[in-house]
């Protein structure tokens, strides 16, 4: 498993922007997809956004397409998730995920991830 954490959550305006890091450690990170995963209060754990090993491929779920972006720099072992126009809708826990195995498209399947970090708190206010 990987250590991660999360930062550059807050509290922001609708239409507003936050730029989510998350950082990595414990094994070699660019052989690894990483997706970023959201849970609100009362509401399950959902996908968000996921990036190939090699930044070569991402997918994100049609609440966020268009306004989110997710990127990485594995010289810096670190994921970023990218959030424009946020909405209220948006408000949760955000949390990043590393991929059990290296080199394959986990497709945002929750269960093919298996290190998750501590979550940041995203609030946006209407």
């Known amino acids: 498993q990987v250590h991660l954490v999360e930062s550059g959550g807050g509290l922001v305006q609708a239409g507003g922007s936050l730029r989510l890091s998350c950082a990595a450690s414990?094994?070699?990170?660019?052989?690894?997809?990483m997706g970023w995963f959201r849970q609100a209060p009362g509401k399950e754990r959902e996908f968000v956004a996921t990036i190939s090993w090699n930044g070569g491929r991402t997918a994100y779920a049609d609440s966020v397409k268009g306004r989110f972006t997710i990127s990485r720099d594995n010289a810096k072992n670190t994921v970023y998730l990218q959030m424009n126009s946020l909405k209220p809708e948006d408000t949760a826990v955000y949390y990043c995920a590393a991929d059990r195995d290296p080199y394959r498209w986990p497709m945002g399947v929750p269960q093919s991830y298996d290190s998750w970090g501590q979550g940041t708190q995203v609030t946006v206010s209407s």
């Open positions: 414990g094994r070699t990170f660019s052989a690894y997809a």
